[in-house]
């Protein structure tokens, strides 16, 4: 089956700095990755996603890239506020109504 | 928030006994899923629905078990054989007929099992 591996676990940054985070897949067969945010004591929300036909996507501070080939992808989060603080998952998986495997998250805290 | 419901948010049980986890959503999806969520493990499949009447274990189905009799409702019930049932456990939604492929998460129940 599909294993996702994500790192950092833990990511400090100060205010305005900005925040790469990367994952690794292994099923080539993956075509969907998002990225879910989970503050704490709340539910995980998607932030941002990506298929595999897509090399590159940007959403205002946020950014995703892929990287087929080397099955890989990673979150940009550009001009890092405080209210970015929070419990980042990447998951990877085949497509619609398929299950999503997670990345064991990266705990990301913006300083002031 | 809406859209889909857990309940209860908290729940003490004490161990040897089963309990069941409520899941509703009116959202019309298809597809609904099981997930349990444990410190620095990130979020593990347990069970998920893409139709009514069936189900399919995910990745940590032993000791749990799944109930797919409604389209807005999937229970997940923990059973005694599960050895270490203290977790966060969330149940989510998506809809297989649209080209987004999100899935919606509920608030989540966390379980204590003592």
């Known amino acids: 089956g599909e294993n996702v591996e994500q790192h950092p676990s833990t990511l400090s940054v100060q205010e305005g700095d900005s925040a790469v985070i990367k994952c690794t897949y292994s099923?080539?067969?993956?075509?969907?990755f998002p990225w879910y945010k989970q503050e704490l004591g709340k539910r995980p929300q998607l932030i941002i996603d990506?298929?595999?036909?897509?090399g590159e996507k940007k959403d205002q501070r946020i950014a995703v890239t892929l990287n087929k080939t080397a099955k890989h992808f990673s979150l940009h989060i550009t001009e890092t506020q405080p209210e970015d603080s929070a419990v980042y998952f990447c998951?990877?998986?085949?497509?619609?109504?398929?299950?999503?495997?997670f990345g064991t998250g990266t705990r990301l805290q913006v300083t002031l | 928030d809406g859209g889909i419901t857990q309940s209860p948010k908290y729940l003490f049980r004490k161990e040897g006994q089963n309990v069941t986890l409520s899941c509703e959503q009116n959202?019309?999806?298809?597809?609904m899923y099981w997930y349990r969520q444990d410190p620095g493990q990130g979020l593990r499949l347990i069970y998920y629905?893409?139709?009514?009447?069936?189900?399919q274990k995910g990745d940590i189905a032993e000791g749990y078990s799944v109930s797919r009799e409604k389209k807005e409702s999937f229970p997940l019930t923990v059973t005694s054989a599960q050895k270490n049932p203290t977790a966060f456990y969330l149940c989510a939604s998506s809809d297989s007929h649209r080209a987004s492929y999100e899935q919606y998460f509920g608030p989540g129940t966390r379980l204590t099992v003592t």
């Open positions: 990506i298929r595999s036909n897509v």
């Open positions: 099923d080539s067969a993956s075509n969907y």
């Open positions: 629905s893409q139709i009514v009447n069936d189900f």
């Open positions: 998951a990877a998986s085949t497509g619609t109504a398929s299950k999503l495997t």
């Open positions: 959202l019309n999806h298809d597809a």
